[in-house]
T-cell receptor, first 113, second 115 residues
Protein backbone atom coordinates (compact mmCIF):
# COMPACT_ATOMS: atom_id res chain seq x y z
CA UNK A 1 0.00 0.00 0.00
CA UNK A 2 1.14 3.50 -0.75
CA UNK A 3 1.39 6.11 2.01
CA UNK A 4 3.05 9.42 2.80
CA UNK A 5 4.41 10.93 5.99
CA UNK A 6 4.65 14.66 6.43
CA UNK A 7 7.31 15.71 8.92
CA UNK A 8 6.22 18.63 11.05
CA UNK A 9 2.57 19.42 11.62
CA UNK A 10 3.40 23.12 11.94
CA UNK A 11 6.10 25.13 10.18
CA UNK A 12 6.75 28.83 10.76
CA UNK A 13 8.86 31.00 8.46
CA UNK A 14 9.48 34.70 8.11
CA UNK A 15 8.22 36.55 5.08
CA UNK A 16 10.91 36.31 2.38
CA UNK A 17 12.50 33.20 3.85
CA UNK A 18 12.80 29.79 2.24
CA UNK A 19 9.83 27.48 2.62
CA UNK A 20 10.59 23.76 3.03
CA UNK A 21 7.80 21.29 3.72
CA UNK A 22 8.85 17.68 4.06
CA UNK A 23 7.16 14.59 2.67
CA UNK A 24 8.39 11.01 2.60
CA UNK A 25 6.57 8.26 0.77
CA UNK A 26 6.24 4.53 1.03
CA UNK A 27 5.31 2.65 -2.10
CA UNK A 28 5.86 -0.83 -3.49
CA UNK A 29 5.54 0.51 -7.03
CA UNK A 30 6.83 3.69 -8.71
CA UNK A 31 4.71 6.35 -7.06
CA UNK A 32 2.77 9.26 -8.40
CA UNK A 33 3.04 12.11 -5.89
CA UNK A 34 1.08 15.29 -5.36
CA UNK A 35 1.09 18.45 -3.26
CA UNK A 36 -2.17 20.23 -2.46
CA UNK A 37 -2.87 23.46 -0.59
CA UNK A 38 -5.95 24.21 1.48
CA UNK A 39 -6.80 27.76 2.50
CA UNK A 40 -9.22 28.28 5.43
CA UNK A 41 -12.78 27.32 4.60
CA UNK A 42 -11.84 26.30 1.08
CA UNK A 43 -11.34 23.09 -0.83
CA UNK A 44 -7.98 21.68 -1.80
CA UNK A 45 -6.06 23.06 -4.77
CA UNK A 46 -3.39 21.17 -6.69
CA UNK A 47 0.05 22.78 -6.45
CA UNK A 48 2.00 20.23 -8.47
CA UNK A 49 2.31 16.55 -9.26
CA UNK A 50 5.06 14.06 -10.12
CA UNK A 51 4.17 11.42 -12.71
CA UNK A 52 7.59 9.91 -13.50
CA UNK A 53 8.72 12.57 -15.97
CA UNK A 54 11.18 15.19 -14.71
CA UNK A 55 12.23 14.71 -11.10
CA UNK A 56 12.08 18.46 -10.44
CA UNK A 57 8.48 19.54 -10.73
CA UNK A 58 7.42 23.16 -10.90
CA UNK A 59 3.99 24.17 -9.73
CA UNK A 60 1.83 27.20 -9.23
CA UNK A 61 2.61 30.20 -7.03
CA UNK A 62 6.38 29.65 -7.25
CA UNK A 63 6.40 26.26 -5.53
CA UNK A 64 8.45 23.31 -6.69
CA UNK A 65 9.24 19.81 -5.47
CA UNK A 66 11.98 17.31 -6.19
CA UNK A 67 11.42 13.57 -6.37
CA UNK A 68 14.33 11.70 -4.78
CA UNK A 69 13.96 7.96 -5.08
CA UNK A 70 17.05 7.20 -2.97
CA UNK A 71 15.58 9.18 -0.09
CA UNK A 72 11.93 8.29 -0.80
CA UNK A 73 11.20 11.99 -0.51
CA UNK A 74 9.15 14.62 -2.30
CA UNK A 75 9.78 17.83 -0.37
CA UNK A 76 8.02 21.07 -1.32
CA UNK A 77 10.02 24.30 -1.53
CA UNK A 78 9.57 27.97 -2.34
CA UNK A 79 12.51 30.39 -2.36
CA UNK A 80 10.71 33.31 -0.75
CA UNK A 81 7.61 33.07 1.42
CA UNK A 82 4.71 35.48 1.05
CA UNK A 83 2.08 36.20 3.66
CA UNK A 84 -0.48 34.74 1.26
CA UNK A 85 1.27 31.34 1.44
CA UNK A 86 -0.10 30.74 4.94
CA UNK A 87 -2.29 27.66 4.59
CA UNK A 88 -2.46 23.90 5.16
CA UNK A 89 -0.33 21.82 2.79
CA UNK A 90 -0.97 18.16 2.03
CA UNK A 91 1.30 15.66 0.37
CA UNK A 92 -0.44 12.73 -1.32
CA UNK A 93 0.41 9.54 -3.18
CA UNK A 94 -1.78 7.83 -5.69
CA UNK A 95 -3.56 4.66 -4.72
CA UNK A 96 -5.83 2.27 -6.57
CA UNK A 97 -3.77 2.53 -9.73
CA UNK A 98 -4.05 6.26 -9.89
CA UNK A 99 -7.74 6.64 -9.20
CA UNK A 100 -7.58 7.86 -5.62
CA UNK A 101 -5.21 9.69 -3.32
CA UNK A 102 -3.75 8.77 0.06
CA UNK A 103 -3.06 12.03 1.86
CA UNK A 104 -0.66 12.82 4.65
CA UNK A 105 -1.87 14.53 7.81
CA UNK A 106 -0.88 17.94 6.54
CA UNK A 107 1.51 20.72 7.52
CA UNK A 108 0.23 24.09 8.62
CA UNK A 109 2.46 26.88 7.28
CA UNK A 110 2.58 30.13 9.22
CA UNK A 111 4.28 33.14 7.64
CA UNK A 112 5.31 35.93 10.00
CA UNK A 113 6.10 39.53 9.01
CA UNK B 1 -17.24 28.62 -15.17
CA UNK B 2 -18.55 27.25 -11.90
CA UNK B 3 -16.27 24.94 -10.03
CA UNK B 4 -17.34 22.02 -7.87
CA UNK B 5 -20.34 22.96 -5.77
CA UNK B 6 -21.52 21.13 -2.66
CA UNK B 7 -24.60 21.37 -0.50
CA UNK B 8 -25.35 21.87 2.26
CA UNK B 9 -22.29 23.68 3.57
CA UNK B 10 -23.03 22.86 7.20
CA UNK B 11 -25.43 20.49 8.91
CA UNK B 12 -26.02 18.98 12.31
CA UNK B 13 -27.45 15.51 12.86
CA UNK B 14 -27.91 13.20 15.81
CA UNK B 15 -26.59 9.68 16.21
CA UNK B 16 -28.52 7.08 14.26
CA UNK B 17 -29.89 9.51 11.71
CA UNK B 18 -29.19 9.45 7.99
CA UNK B 19 -27.68 12.21 5.88
CA UNK B 20 -27.43 13.00 2.17
CA UNK B 21 -24.77 15.31 0.77
CA UNK B 22 -24.86 16.61 -2.77
CA UNK B 23 -22.23 17.55 -5.32
CA UNK B 24 -22.24 19.15 -8.76
CA UNK B 25 -19.00 18.61 -10.65
CA UNK B 26 -17.05 21.20 -12.55
CA UNK B 27 -18.33 21.77 -16.07
CA UNK B 28 -16.94 19.16 -18.46
CA UNK B 29 -16.08 16.67 -15.71
CA UNK B 30 -17.59 13.21 -15.66
CA UNK B 31 -16.01 11.63 -12.59
CA UNK B 32 -16.81 12.37 -8.96
CA UNK B 33 -14.86 11.28 -5.90
CA UNK B 34 -15.74 11.73 -2.24
CA UNK B 35 -13.30 12.22 0.62
CA UNK B 36 -13.77 12.49 4.39
CA UNK B 37 -11.56 14.94 6.27
CA UNK B 38 -11.65 14.64 10.04
CA UNK B 39 -10.47 17.59 12.09
CA UNK B 40 -6.69 17.92 11.94
CA UNK B 41 -6.30 15.08 9.46
CA UNK B 42 -5.77 14.69 5.75
CA UNK B 43 -8.66 13.68 3.53
CA UNK B 44 -9.48 9.97 3.24
CA UNK B 45 -10.85 8.47 0.04
CA UNK B 46 -14.39 7.12 0.34
CA UNK B 47 -15.30 6.19 -3.24
CA UNK B 48 -15.30 7.27 -6.86
CA UNK B 49 -18.16 7.33 -9.36
CA UNK B 50 -17.75 7.17 -13.11
CA UNK B 51 -20.47 6.46 -15.67
CA UNK B 52 -23.00 6.20 -12.84
CA UNK B 53 -21.17 3.30 -11.20
CA UNK B 54 -18.97 3.03 -8.14
CA UNK B 55 -15.53 2.29 -9.61
CA UNK B 56 -13.22 2.46 -6.62
CA UNK B 57 -13.83 2.33 -2.89
CA UNK B 58 -11.72 3.13 0.13
CA UNK B 59 -11.85 1.52 3.54
CA UNK B 60 -15.31 2.70 4.59
CA UNK B 61 -18.23 0.61 5.82
CA UNK B 62 -21.37 -0.06 3.83
CA UNK B 63 -23.14 2.67 5.81
CA UNK B 64 -21.51 4.96 3.27
CA UNK B 65 -23.14 4.78 -0.12
CA UNK B 66 -23.41 6.99 -3.13
CA UNK B 67 -25.01 7.65 -6.43
CA UNK B 68 -24.15 9.41 -9.66
CA UNK B 69 -26.81 10.80 -11.96
CA UNK B 70 -26.74 11.05 -15.78
CA UNK B 71 -25.80 14.74 -15.50
CA UNK B 72 -22.72 13.60 -13.49
CA UNK B 73 -23.90 15.12 -10.21
CA UNK B 74 -23.50 12.88 -7.20
CA UNK B 75 -24.82 12.16 -3.72
CA UNK B 76 -23.15 10.71 -0.66
CA UNK B 77 -25.41 8.96 1.82
CA UNK B 78 -24.43 7.97 5.32
CA UNK B 79 -26.77 5.80 7.38
CA UNK B 80 -26.85 5.16 11.12
CA UNK B 81 -24.65 8.12 11.90
CA UNK B 82 -21.95 7.76 14.54
CA UNK B 83 -20.18 10.49 16.45
CA UNK B 84 -17.03 9.58 14.52
CA UNK B 85 -18.70 10.51 11.24
CA UNK B 86 -18.34 14.17 12.17
CA UNK B 87 -16.03 15.59 9.50
CA UNK B 88 -15.70 17.76 6.44
CA UNK B 89 -16.90 15.82 3.40
CA UNK B 90 -15.16 16.87 0.23
CA UNK B 91 -16.36 16.22 -3.27
CA UNK B 92 -13.85 16.28 -6.10
CA UNK B 93 -14.39 16.03 -9.81
CA UNK B 94 -12.18 15.22 -12.77
CA UNK B 95 -12.33 14.59 -16.48
CA UNK B 96 -11.85 10.85 -16.61
CA UNK B 97 -11.04 8.60 -13.70
CA UNK B 98 -7.24 8.66 -13.80
CA UNK B 99 -5.41 11.16 -11.62
CA UNK B 100 -2.27 10.62 -13.67
CA UNK B 101 -3.65 12.20 -16.81
CA UNK B 102 -6.29 14.35 -15.15
CA UNK B 103 -6.60 16.65 -12.17
CA UNK B 104 -8.91 16.61 -9.18
CA UNK B 105 -10.83 19.79 -8.48
CA UNK B 106 -12.25 19.98 -4.95
CA UNK B 107 -15.33 21.68 -3.64
CA UNK B 108 -15.36 23.60 -0.38
CA UNK B 109 -16.98 20.73 1.44
CA UNK B 110 -19.96 19.94 3.61
CA UNK B 111 -19.24 20.07 7.31
CA UNK B 112 -21.22 17.42 9.19
CA UNK B 113 -21.55 17.48 12.94
CA UNK B 114 -23.06 14.45 14.66
CA UNK B 115 -24.33 14.98 18.20
Amino acid sequence: AQSVTQLGSHVSVSEGALVLLRCNYSSSVPPYLFWYVQYPNQGLQLLLKYTSAATLVKGINGFEAEFKKSETSFHLTKPSAHMSDAAEYFCAVSANSGYALNFGKGTSLLVTP
Amino acid sequence: DAGVTQSPTHLIKTRGQQVTLRCSPKSGHDTVSWYQQALGQGPQFIFQYYEEEERQRGNFPDRFSGHQYPNYSSELNVNALLLGDSALYLCASSRGASLITGELFFGEGSRLTVL
